[in-house]
């Protein structure tokens, strides 16, 4: 079967710019709900990439009493240097502490006064050797109970409580992204549709001389095709120049600084862009089939 | 060259369009469909090239049974017969050399083979001095003359013709069978449909008359009624 291939891109072309309105509906729905599913993939890779990053650093915080024994702390100290899991540990002492406190609440001289280095909890912070967040937690979990010991806090837990955030949003993003997908594949099964009757004689001639029914259905799958295909490459440059750049905006900003560590990466750019694309072509080409097989009575 | 054994055709709502017909025409006839209007002759002519299928019966094209003729192959059935209808079907946005190319280039014939073909059925058909206008540039009889080198621009071995004298004056209508009927002398196959009485009579053709949907006549060399 020999479709020539300047006429399929003739008769697309012309198809094209002859319903340039329904066109023109179908590739900016296919540029906003593209935008939108590759903005969701972005944050989400950008929430793991930070979340990589936290995890690097991934430590927990065995906090004592107060008033601990040194027999307790030694005990405590001899259990971590033992353990195989630990990589690194470093003791604060009670001043120490103070002087930590004292810096994170400068704006608040009240409170410092109301505090003074014997109430303070001196600490082991704890570098494990193995980040899995699960191994950790139950490395931490070992020293909870012991005597001496008041809390273990785990700096991942901040973590997933941004990682938690960012699903969520993501989560909405992804669903108004199928939705304007859903409502994308309609127009384009609407545009198919609309080409096919504004060529209704031609297709009536073509099936009475014999013209094979992929010689008369191809054309209008690739007009469906381009048409997301043109949309997909505006949402690529969008996700590319205005996205990403805001994203990494985002992550260099002091006053938020839970947006830190929060970077999209040139491959991660790359695959989602790629995804987009091959979205793209895949609602093209199920929206343009469906109308061809449903209205072209071939 | 067509052949059909007792077929019937009922469309939606028990309209028998045709019934237990059974009839062959041979290669090269020339073959008049008369009666009246909804007698069963334009579902004769849509069963040959597979538009209609039948309830009941067999038909045979060129020795093939083309009810089990899958659907994918209906194409190349149909480049074996042109078609020429009352309303003559060109498209108004294409030239009188791109409505006759157009049917060589859908099914795929080399640019070459486009470019001596059409010059020359248009040359058969008596137009090759308006290859360049448009179709509402030409009289009906032109028109049906540009259909008609469509139907028959890939050397069909049947030509269906529904009617082609229906719009057009006696004395146009004259030249489009004079046209038919040297096409039908290079041993071509043709069917016309017709409802007019003195180009039936003056040809002396093989008729066969419907009656809603039943043959009762078929006879060579006969007249209208």
Partial sequence: MAIKLDYVIRETGTNLFRNVTLT???????VVSLTLFGSALLLQQGVENANDRFKGGIEFIVYMQPAVSAEQKASIERDLDSNPDVRSKTYVDQDETYEEFKELFRESPQLIDMVSPEILPPSFRVAPRIQDPDVVKALGDQFASKPGVREVVFAFEVVQRIQETFNKIGVRFLAAAVLLLVAALMLILNTIRVAMFARRREIEVMKLVGATNWFIRVPFIVEGIIQTLLGAAVAVGFMTFLIRPFIDELSEDKILPIFQGFTVTDGNLV?????????AALIGAIGSAVAVSRFLDV | ?????????????????????????????FVFLVGASGSGKSTFLRLVNKEETPE???????????????????????????SVFQDFKLLINKTVYENVAFA?????????????????????????????????????????????????????????????????????????????????????????ATHDRSIVDTMRRRVIELDRGSIIRDQSRGVYE
Avoid at chain 2, 64 to 81: A, E, G, Q
Avoid at chain 2, 111 to 127: F, N, S
Avoid at chain 2, 168 to 191: C, H, K, Q, Y
């Fill in chain 1, 271 to 279: 695959f989602t862009n790629i995804l987009v694309v091959g979205v």
């Fill in chain 2, 104 to 192: 060589l280039e859908v099914i795929g014939r080399p640019r070459h083979v486009v470019r001596t073909q059409v010059p020359a059925i248009l040359e058969l058909v008596g137009l090759a001095k308006k290859m360049d206008n448009f179709p509402n540039e030409l009289s009906g009889g032109e028109q049906q003359r540009v259909s008609i080198a469509r139907a028959f621009v890939n050397r069909p071995l049947i030509l269906l013709a529904d009617e082609p004298t229906g719009n057009l004056d006696p004395a146009t209508s004259v030249g489009i069978m004079r046209l038919l009927d040297r096409i039908n002398r290079t041993g071509t196959t043709v069917v016309m």
């Fill in chain 1, 24 to 30: 023109l509906a179908s590739v900016l729905t296919v």
């Fill in chain 2, 56 to 82: 009941h019966g067999r038909i045979y094209v060129a020795g093939k049974d083309i009810n089990t003729l899958s659907s994918w192959k209906v194409p190349y059935l149909r480049r074996n017969i042109g």
């Fill in chain 2, 1 to 29: 060259m067509i052949k059909l054994e007792n077929v019937s055709k009922v469309y939606k709502g028990d309209v028998t369009a045709l019934h237990d017909a059974s009839v062959e025409v041979q290669k090269g006839e």
